[in-house]
Structures are given as C-alpha cells and as structure tokens.
C-alpha cells in the first residue's frame, strides 16, 4: 500500500512525529495498566493523536497547545503565571508580560502586586503586548499550531457597566423588607445566572455577594418556597463558573442551606440543591469541606426517598463526594450502603448506584455492610444476568473486595461459580478490569480447593473455571 503524509522528506517533521508517538505510547500505557486513569489522560492521549495525524499529512492542528508545549517554545512566550503559551499576552504596569485570563484572574483576587517582581502596581490597566502576540502567532504557524480563541480557552465575556450597575440594582433589592421584591430579584437574578455568563463573574468578583443572594433565606420569619427555588437555583447557576466554586463552598452560609434545602423545599429545589453540591464538588478541597459538614446525610435521605427528578442529581453528588477516602467512612456511617443496595434490589438507577459501590468497595467498613445487607447475591446475580459489560465489572470488582474482606461470603461466591460458571465467563469475555478481578477470585478459590478438599469430587469447580 502506498504511504501518504510528508514525513519521508521532511527531517523536521519526523522529529516531532517521533516525539508525538513517544507520548502517545506513554499515555496510552497509562490507560491500559492503570484501571484509576482520568479522563483528562484520555483527552491528552486524543489530542496526541489528532497532533499525529495532522504532522503526517502537513495539516494545522487544533488540538490543545498544551500538547505543543515541550517542543522548545521559547521562554517569552510562556505566562509567568499558568506556564502554558500566552494566548492573549498583557503588559502589566510592572512592564512584566502576561497572559490575559490569568493575569485578570490574579488582579480580580484583590492582588496589587506585580507576580513576578512583587513591585505594587500604580494602575491595574493591562496593555496588549503587540510585538509578543505576533511572534507567537508566527511561531505556531511554522509549526501548524492553530491558536484557540479566547472562547474555546474559556475566557468569560467582559462585563459591562449596564450589566454591573443591574446587578447591584437586583441585590439591592433582594436586601428590601417587601417580599414581592424580594422575590422579583430573586428570580431574575436566576434567569441571569442561567443565560449570561458575565452574572456568573460578577458574583466571583464581590465579597458580600452570596452573602446578600442568601440573606433572605437565612433571616426567621415565614418560608416561601418559590424564593428558596430561585436563590438555590442561582447558587447552582453561578457554580458551574470555575472561578467560583471556592467562594461559593467557603462562604459560610451556602452549604448549611442547601443541606437545609435538600431537606425541606419543592422536589425541584431539593434536586437543585443536589446539582449544586455535585458541581462544587468538582473541585478537590471542596469535597472535603462538603463531606464534613455533613452533606452526606441528607443526600441520602433524599436518595431513600426515590423521588425519580432528584435521583440523578443526588447519585452524581454522593459518587463524587465519596471519592475521598475519609467521605467513604461518613457515607458508610450515615447508612448510604443499606440505602443504595434497596434501590438496586429494587432494579432503581442500577447503573449510577453499582458505580457508587464498587468506589466505596476499597472502604473496609463499607464492604462489610454489602455482606450484611445481603449485597452478594444480588451482585452476583447482576454480574450474571446483565448486559450491561460496565455493569457486570463493577459488581466482580465489588465481589473481588468482599472476597478480601469477609470470608463468611466465600461460600456464596464458591457455589455461584459451581453452578453457573459466572466468574469463570467474566474472565474470559469481561473488559480488562473484570478480567482482572474474576481471575483474583478464581486463583483463589483454586488455592481453598486445594488446601481443603483437593480430591473431593463434590467440591470441584465449574468446568469453565479450568
């Protein structure tokens, strides 16, 4: 077959073909042996690839420029603060160069200082570097990099003055005594926050913002539960700003009411209230911060209630508040294995909830609940019967860790294998993961067999075990 692409004539190319191809073998190496790879691991290994193929045929790539850092971009096109390539490059009043999101970012945080030299700053107007801006953007054109805009970087729109002045208009009416006004601002600062991003930005950027969104709900007086429907919604909306899910986490008021909400309020705002604990979550120290608090509990209650609008909502904030390993010791605390185990028993979120067990199955304490909540017969059964490859992998890892830790099971598990052969087949047609757990179980039921009853016909192993 004929080869295509440039690569045989041109040294330039095959150099960074080969570098390219290095990466990608190392990335994909992570995501076949390490069964905890992210999904940030899969997109490098994409954008490797697409880099690939777009040297192969002299073609721009529009793939990340992280990817096209470690190809000897020189030192002045990187932003002293995110070391990555400057896509909108700055001059600070320091006379120092950075990349705009980054630099406003740090001035935004109430920064008067230059990062780099710690000189303060007469003035905090930043002035596009021209000279640098066009070097970059020759540079990556010799080398078919495609710079992103500043939308595909997830820059936000500025905001404008209209937009700030109506702002402060809406919170300062939410501070009224009247509560239709209350309630008026309260509800266009929702639509707000759901349609504009720059709504989202202007609650990063003032202190007592969320504190003035929540006062209505936190004063004593008569609960309205259409006011408390449109604060926690716009607490959800203005989460899913990056930037703004550690203020929002850390102002104290925020997750005592939404505990509060998922408790007491319409379905929809109890769902919302789960929606906005899920999506603070995304970020590492906010996990910890939630799970402290107690959030855990009252997930779970809403999860025992069944109620199929919040179901999803509550699911996805347990699966990732339980990533941490001391939130999977409070959630086996607060009952969440006798709760998750009834719903999938009862065929209700099987998917979601499997996927809940099998993390908190690297927790002792939760693992030995699944056995006393009767959780290895339903598993098996699941990893028997379903069609679902994802579905019958997390309930042979979660089988694999009651085998670790609760020998009273091995019998159950010994005569499902006996009689239908259910490990034995997830071994040898599971995906990489379930191969590697039903083959724990089995070279280990191989040793009890052995070291009990070798020559007892009556205790042998299912044929297809062999």
Known sequence: ??????????????????????????????????????????????DALSALRAVKFNKRSTSSLKLYEPLSCPDEFICPLSEKLMGDP?????????????????????????????????????????????????????????????????????????????????????????LPQQKEA?????????????????????????????????????????????????LLNLSIHESNKKLVAE???????????????????????AAALFTLSALESNKELIGKSGALKPLMELLDEGHPLAMKDVASAIFSLCIPHENKARAARDGVIRVILTKIMDGVLVNELLAILAMLSTHHGAVNEMGEFGG???????????????????????????????????????????????????????????????NGILDRLRRLLISTTPHDPSESMHPNAS
């Not at 570097?129 to 010799?142: A, K, Y």
């Not at 929702?190 to 003032?206: A, D, H, I, Q, W």
């Not at 019958?392 to 499902?416: F, M, P, S």
């Open 186 to 234: 309260a509800k266009e600062l929702r639509l707000l926050t759901k349609n504009m991003p720059s709504f989202r930005v202007l609650f990063g950027e003032s202190m007592d913002a969320i504190p003035r969104l929540l006062a209505p709900l936190s004063r004593s007086g008569v609960f309205h539960t259409d006011l408390q429907e449109d604060v926690i919604t716009t």
């Open 376 to 438: 290895v017969p339903c598993l098996l059964r699941i990893a028997r019967e379903s069609t679902c490859e994802r579905n019958k992998e997390n309930c042979i890892a979660i089988l694999h860790a009651v085998w670790l830790n609760d020998r009273t099971k091995w019998k159950a598990i010994r005569e499902e294998e006996s009689a239908h052969g259910t490990i034995s087949k997830l071994a040898q047609d599971g995906t990489c993961r379930a191969k590697r757990k039903a």
């Open 90 to 178: 700055v001059i600070l009043a320091s006379g120092q160069t950075y990349d705009r999101p980054f630099i406003q970012k740090w001035l935004k945080a109430g920064n008067r200082t230059c990062p780099r030299t710690q000189q303060v700053l007469s003035h905090t107007v930043l002035t596009p570097n021209r000279l640098i801006n066009e070097m970059i953007s020759q540079w990556c054109e010799s080398r078919g990099i495609e710079l992103q805009t500043p939308v595909q970087r997830g820059v936000e729109v500025g905001v404008t003055e209209a937009e700030r002045h109506r702002f402060f208009s809406l919170l300062d009416k939410l501070s009224a005594a009247a």
């Open 1 to 46: 077959m004929a080869k295509t692409g440039v690569l045989s004539s041109d040294p330039t190319a095959r150099a960074r073909a080969a570098e390219l191809k290095k990466e990608l073998q190392r990335l994909v190496k992570t995501i076949v042996d390490d069964e905890d790879y992210s999904l940030h691991t899969i997109d490098q290994a994409k």
């Open 251 to 273: 102002t104290p008021m925020v997750i005592p009411l939404l505990m509060e909400a998922l408790r007491n309020g319409s379905i929809e705002t109890r769902s919302n209230a």
